[in-house]
Nanobody
């Protein structure tokens, strides 16, 4: 069983930055592909970014390319999402997800095995 706990959300003005963190309680963290999804108000949960077991490969949704960076620290069992140049349309609950030896090109939430509880990000205009 993997438990994921997100943190770092909050209220920020458009153009600002936030860094989300996701701590995983699992001994074999480096065997999991990690990803971030988000769910805007009234919308479905959508893919944001994924990173492979070593951190050597990443994949981003078009909306995240050039503004967001996913990274991981395996010794600390943590994955991060650095979000820059935030826009009001980035407002959403952001979820961390884990897939055991999963593909970084898996963009459906059903492809992931474990989820965090989410952290709210609100970008004001």
């Amino acid at each position: 069983q993997v438990q994921l706990v997100e943190s770092g959300g909050g209220l920020v003005q458009a153009g600002g930055s936030l860094r989300l963190s996701c701590a995983a309680s699992v001994r074999t963290f480096s065997t999991y592909t990690m990803a971030w999804f988000r769910q805007p108000p009234g919308q479905d949960r959508g893919f944001v970014a994924a990173i492979n077991w070593s951190g050597g490969s990443t994949y981003y949704a078009d909306s995240a390319k050039g503004r967001f960076t996913i990274s991981r620290d395996n010794p600390k069992n943590t994955v991060f999402l650095q979000m820059n140049s935030l826009k009001p349309e980035d407002t959403a609950v952001y979820y961390c997800a884990a897939s055991h030896w999963g593909s970084i090109w898996a963009t459906r939430w059903e492809d992931y095995d474990y989820w965090g509880q989410g952290t709210q990000v609100t970008v004001s205009s």
